[in-house]
């Protein structure tokens, strides 16, 4: 008799677990020898990165081995397990959800390895924002997650929505809310709802348009206003995080120190707060930036 495995229901110890809206993204590592694997079935969707060891699968195609992708859609029954019982994999469960039903159903039916470049890049994409903690994205987060999901081989490829030859306005209006609304913790779906699209449609066009996710704009957006705020205001570092949209000063400290360089409470140190810019830190700023 099968197993039945709902969300995010896994053999294996956790190590780590990041949710967003319609997906759960989790680590795990190999917990007993493969004849303690029995078969299982899963309800819903889900995609197994293999971080490590050598994974048995009975799902369809071959991999060459770097770190094998593997999506089973809904209803999948399988014994897959790791040689000796030794090996770690990154999932991305997908939610029974009304928002990504269209794109789960549109999927080939059966288990398959998934050795597309874009697949691959974007589920490991997942994994090193995932490991980031609380300092990574979580829109980040939930736009890879729709852009994976949207990546998968479909059975008739005119069903496939292509991205519009020309910059539809709504993308505009998407591009202008986040520069607006950097303080807040916006999701794509709430996004996606402001401009009367489908969320997996605006994840897919915004990269295709402006070459990053939503999160990643809006985390250019925090860093300027922060940087704003270090150079022509006395607010206290906390409070900056605070208004900026971070969680908290750490994690500001963090993204920030990777663009420009230096902590923040450095760069206030070493840059005048009131007054014009010297001409030679302008040109750094702007070079801080463009690494974005």
């Given at each position: ?69 593997v ?23 997908v ?158 400290t ?39």
């Open positions: 008799m099968s197993h039945i495995f709902r969300h995010d229901d896994f053999y294996g110890r956790l190590q780590l677990r990041r949710t967003v809206p319609g997906f759960t993204l989790a680590h795990r590592v190999a917990d007993r020898p493969p004849d303690q694997v029995q078969t299982h079935t899963h309800v819903e969707a889900h995609f197994v990165l293999v971080t490590s060891g050598q994974y048995i699968s009975s799902a369809e195609g071959t991999t060459d081995g770097l770190l094998p992708l999506y089973n859609p809904p209803g999948t029954t399988h014994r897959d397990h790791f040689r000796h019982g030794a090996g770690s994999f990154f999932t991305v469960s939610a029974a959800d009304r928002f990504l039903k269209d794109a789960i159903s549109g999927s080939r039916p059966s288990a398959s390895f998934l050795v597309d470049g874009r697949c691959r890049g974007l589920a490991r994409a997942l994994l090193w924002e995932s490991t980031r903690g609380h300092h990574g994205s979580r829109l980040h987060l939930e736009s890879l997650s729709l852009e994976l999901l949207d990546a998968i081989p479909k059975r008739d490829r005119s069903r496939v929505l292509r991205s519009p030859v020309r910059k539809p306005q709504w993308l505009d209006r998407a591009y202008e809310l986040l520069q607006d609304s950097y303080a807040q913790a916006l999701t794509v779906r709430e996004l996606a709802f402001a401009v009367g699209v489908h969320p997996i449609h605006l994840a897919r066009t915004f990269r295709s348009y402006f070459r990053c996710t939503p999160g990643q704009l809006i985390q250019l957006r925090r860093l300027e206003k922060t940087a704003d705020l270090l150079l022509f205001s006395a607010m206290p570092l906390t409070d900056i995080a605070i208004t900026c949209g971070f969680t908290d000063q750490s994690h500001m963090t993204s920030f120190r990777r663009v420009y360089g230096l902590a923040p409470g450095r760069f206030r140190k070493v840059v005048c707060r009131h007054g014009p810019l010297p001409e030679s830190y302008v040109s750094f700023l702007q070079d801080a930036r463009a690494r974005l």
